[in-house]
């Protein structure tokens, strides 16, 4: 049985991707600064803290053994006119969003390259591909992020390792509906829905089984790609 690793996996898409990767018959760690102290399968740590990491991987490791998947879907949004954006907000957006990727991966890798098979999935944004007025350094994390995500694939394709990126657009979670509480999205889901080709807002079960086949055995053959799962909202 494979021991994956989901980092934002108590809220939103995260959350989707440990259940579905657990009924998937994985082994499921799901590690966030929000894991709730009752579910045994959730792991406190923040993803920007290399120390905690170690901490819950080291637990992660002795009770379900060595990672060889790993999904990155902790995130945080922002939303400023650039002017205004000071420069502790921008490095904060990015110190999650990028950093907290790369100490992830770095915390994970050994396991991988040892077991000479492993799956990279990051879970970066569709406002990568298009742009976003006033998330400008949530767009920079994200286009790194996938940057990051071609480099890796090409450097770890000969360890048996996949890397792959899912940039999702409008998904149903708490952090769609705190930017729509707060107006900050242009408008209403609902009235994006109405933009959105196949007329619905996602789910993040939609990111859940894009992420379960990238993750399969089936999926080997593909790495380095930007797969956009946003109802046709991004071509
Ligand atoms: P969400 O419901 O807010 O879930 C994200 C989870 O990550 C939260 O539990 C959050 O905790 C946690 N987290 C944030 N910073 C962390 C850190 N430093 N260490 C550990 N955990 C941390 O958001 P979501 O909508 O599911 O988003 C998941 C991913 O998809 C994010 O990377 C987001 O950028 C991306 N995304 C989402 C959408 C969308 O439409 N929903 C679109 C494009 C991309 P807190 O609640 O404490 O922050």
Request: proline share 4%; aromatic share 6%; hydrophobic share 40%.
């Amino acid at each position: 049985m494979k021991t994956a690793v989901v980092t934002g996996g108590a809220s939103g898409i995260g959350l989707a991707i440990a259940q579905r990767l657990r009924s998937d018959g994985f082994h499921v760690a799901a590690l966030d600064r929000n894991a709730s102290a009752g579910d045994d399968s959730a792991y406190r740590a923040d993803v920007t803290d290399p120390d905690s990491l170690a901490a819950a991987l080291g637990t992660i490791r002795e009770k379900l053994g060595p990672v060889t998947v790993l999904v990155n879907a902790a995130g945080v949004d922002g939303f400023k006119r650039f002017q205004n954006i000071d420069f502790a907000e921008w490095k904060r957006v990015i110190e999650v969003n990028l950093h907290g990727v790369f100490h992830t991966i770095q915390a994970v890798l050994p396991d991988m390259v040892e077991a000479g098979w492993g799956r990279i999935v990051n879970i970066s944004s569709s406002s990568a591909q298009s742009g976003q007025p006033f998330m400008s350094h949530y767009v920079s994390s994200k286009s790194a992020v996938n940057g990051l995500t071609k480099s890796l694939a090409l450097e770890l394709g000969p360890s048996g390792i996949t890397v792959n990126a899912v940039p999702p657009g409008f998904i149903d979670t708490p952090m769609l509906r705190r930017s729509e509480e707060r107006r900050l999205l242009g408008g209403t889901v609902e009235d994006h829905i109405q933009r959105t080709p196949v007329r619905r807002v996602g789910t993040p079960e939609d990111i859940a089984a894009t992420c379960a086949f990238l993750i399969s055995e089936e999926a080997g053959y593909i790495t380095g790609q930007i797969i956009g799962v946003n109802g046709g909202r991004n071509t």
